[in-house]
């Protein structure tokens, strides 16, 4: 799901840089080092998730997709089992991200 803006290498460089004019997706092999080395985990995370309004990061004109919705099952959205399946997921793209990271 990730690679089609960011890039198989993460550096956001996929496809789609090449078919929106003006696009230019975040490289995520630096998120630590433009935080000071620390690795921030719980932003990715949301910002993943896209339910929750980050100041600075997300308005009405957001390319970043809601992966915490369209990572529903369909006829079972939104219960106990459905968010934990979804926030096991983003925990995995989350843990992949961390391990970008260049140092």
């Given amino acids: 799901?990730?690679?089609?803006?960011?890039?198989?290498?993460?550096?956001?460089?996929?496809?789609?840089?090449?078919?929106?004019?003006?696009?230019?997706?975040?490289?995520?092999t630096g998120l630590s080092r433009r935080r000071g080395g620390q690795f921030?985990?719980?932003?990715?995370?949301?910002?993943i998730d896209g339910?929750?309004?980050l100041p600075g990061h997300y308005d009405s004109d957001t390319d970043m997709p809601l992966w915490g919705l369209m990572f529903q099952?369909?006829?079972?959205?939104?219960?106990?089992?459905?968010?934990?399946?979804?926030?096991?997921?983003?925990?995995s793209l989350v843990d992949f991200v961390e391990g970008l990271q260049q140092k």
């Fill in 40 to 47: 921030p985990r719980e932003e990715v995370a949301d910002i």
């Fill in 73 to 91: 099952p369909e006829g079972c959205e939104f219960n106990k089992e459905s968010e934990a399946k979804v926030k096991a997921l983003i925990s």
């Fill in 51 to 53: 339910r929750k309004h």
């Fill in 1 to 28: 799901h990730c690679a089609d803006c960011h890039g198989v290498d993460g550096k956001g460089n996929g496809p789609a840089v090449q078919v929106i004019p003006g696009f230019k997706p975040v490289d995520l």
